[in-house]
């Protein structure tokens, strides 16, 4: 079961406002260029460059150039920590310590891994999963040898705190899990860590919560038949109508709509 929330690849000009994803997007411009802007921030990324925009970090960007092609990947941030325990790899994609979008150059090499991954995305064959992974993991880690300046980022313990209790959050998301209760079990105050987890993410915790019930949702939605009614339970909302307004609050349409995009978009 691979962590790759969703993989395409895309053609021409397009404008896409402020936003902020659940999951960490990836993207390698294949031809052309596109202008990404965080915060006061804009940079041009073009042909054979990649770009790794870290969960929860705001950004928007304008592609002006017909010729604009690239892959797009999303991955699920919920299920890569799952999965793979790596700190600097979970740290470079969760948006806590590298709050901001990362490049590095790419080429033929980086080229065939988006191709293999595509193929093996659309295949969904016996190994596809593992091929992934493998892929998927060489990938992060050739992003994060292309910039040697993030080995001098310094996390700090509040930080790490904030890293293991988004852990927390995210493996007992389907739980009826209080604020309390993450609170009681890293022996600080449901204040101290309504502070800390703002502060390091511009999310509450309860808001995060959410987000991880949503990300597990979509991923449920879009890789199995089960009803909307089993999914919500599933994911610890409270009734399918809850999930429904949670799920097109965060994602801008239904469950239902959201299943069907996704059935079209792999044919």
Known sequence: MNFIESFDFYCGAGSFPLQRHIDCEIIYVTDGSIDISNGEKTFTLSKNQLCLIPAGVFHSSLARDSRYSRFVMFVNTWKFSSAYTSARLQNLISGIGISYPITAEGGEEVLKVFER???EYDEGGRLSDDMIYSLVIGLLVHIAQSNPELENVCVTETQSLVMKIRFYIQQNCSAQLKMSEVAEHFYISTCYLSHIFKGQTDMSPKGFLISCRVSKAGYMLSSTERSIADISAE??????????????KECGMTPREYRESKK????
Not at 264 to 267: E, K, L, T
């Open 264 to 267: 079209r978009a792999q044919g």
């Open 235 to 248: 994911c610890g909302f409270a009734s399918p109508s809850d999930m429904t307004v949670r799920f097109k």
């Open 117 to 119: 991954v595509k193929a």
